[in-house]
């Protein structure tokens, strides 16, 4: 499934979040996987929601157990601490975590935002902040991805 749009929640008492029906009814089990891990975020002060499948095919292929070294011992040792399985409940919601709520300081009201392949919470001032810095700067270069095919995209780049 690809994750589009974004989605305003709070979170209750539980630190439970219900994900929305479009997400839930998108996902096919068989190839998404009946459960998400929640692992950082690719920017500072967000967590990324990976379907189960999908995250374990990104995890194989990362195949750092190859490199040998600090880097990535640390990298394995620190991301891996930090990641939690996540299964929903029926209506959709599902608890997350207070030591990852806690570590990039989300607070209780969060965006969910698709990012293609995961969904992305951010703390919802925020995401409103980087949508509206980002758009305007950056929108010329969003319809040239729109406008070309992946190898034209990389012969220009």
Known sequence: MIFTDAHERTLDGK????????????????????????????RKNTLSLCPSKRFEERVRALRTSHIAGDESLAFEQVFYSLVSRLE?????????PERQLAMVNLGK???????????????TSEYKEF???NFEQRWHK????????????EDKT
Request: charged residues 30%; aromatic residues 8%.
């Open 88 to 96: 929903m409940d029926k209506q959709g919601r599902m608890v997350l």
């Open 109 to 123: 009201e969060i965006t969910l935002a698709g990012a293609n392949e995961r969904i992305d919470l951010w703390r």
């Open 142 to 153: 969003l319809q040239r991805f729109l406008r070309m095919a992946g190898s034209e995209w």
């Open 15 to 42: 630190n439970r979040i219900q994900i929305p029906s479009e997400y839930r009814n998108g996902l096919d089990p068989e190839v998404d996987g009946d459960a998400f891990y929640l692992c950082p975020g690719e």
């Open 131 to 133: 949508i509206e810095a």
